[in-house]
Structure formats: C-alpha cells, structure tokens
Nanobody
Framework: QVQLVESGGGLVQAGGSLRLSCAAS????????MGWYRQAPGKQRELVAA???????SYADSVKGRFTISRGNAKNTVYLQMSSLKSEDTAVYYC??????????????????WGQGTQVTVSS
C-alpha cells in the first residue's frame, strides 16, 4: 500500500548537522500529517517534530530552535534538518506518515505508516 524510505542518518560530531529524508510511495488518496520520532536505547519512542498537510509545524521542546521539519514540493517527502546536534540526540529516527488510503461518501480509510528507522549517532 504505502512504502516509506528513510535516508540521511549517520555519525556526526557534537555541534554538527544532518538532514534526514523520508519519501512515501504507493497507492493512496492523500498524505496527511508527517512526522519524525526517535527512540534512544532504553527509552520510549518520542515525537520529535510534525508537520500537517497545511504546513503547520510542531516540535519537542528539546529540539526547538535546532531542528526544522519540512515537506517537499510534491508533499510526499518529509525532511528533518538537524543542527547543533548533541549527544542526547543519539537515537534511531523513524518517520511516521498519516495516509488516507481511500475515501468514499460513507467511509474514509486512514492509517499510519512507519519508516524502517535510521540511526543518528552524535559523538561528543
């Protein structure tokens, strides 16, 4: 139905920058909100940033002013520009996409899909 392909993770020194990308493909009616989550070892998965179909954005307090989420012109790609990275940003980052698979007069089929995850490691 929907495939998400993430890229852009890696190893970076503290203070450096990375850009994550997540591209959605497949058969669907529309893409709704898109977001990035992360999960560090021994911790719960947490929301990092999200962007609605209309372009409104929200961020976790821990990344405000350092991370920027955006969508591509085709609206099926989401980016996370990460700057001033800290060791505590080390985690596996997952993109999450809300998709309307189909819509009829009587029923709307909406689902969430997750990317495979990409490792971000910040060395101090």
């Amino acid at each position: 139905q929907v495939q998400l392909v993430e890229s852009g993770g890696g190893l970076v020194q503290a203070g450096g920058s990375l850009r994550l990308s997540c591209a959605a493909s497949g058969s669907f009616f529309s893409i709704n909100a898109m977001g990035w989550y992360r999960q560090a070892p021994g911790k719960q998965r947490e929301l990092v940033a999200a962007i609605t179909s209309g372009g409104s954005t929200s961020y976790a307090d821990s990344v405000k002013g350092r991370f920027t989420i955006s969508r591509g012109n085709a609206k099926n790609t989401v980016y996370l520009q990460m700057s001033s990275l800290k060791s505590e940003d080390t985690a596996v980052y997952y993109c999450n996409v809300g998709v309307t698979l189909s819509r009829t007069y009587y029923y709307t089929d909406e689902r969430d899909f997750w990317g495979q995850g990409t490792q971000v490691t910040v060395s101090s």
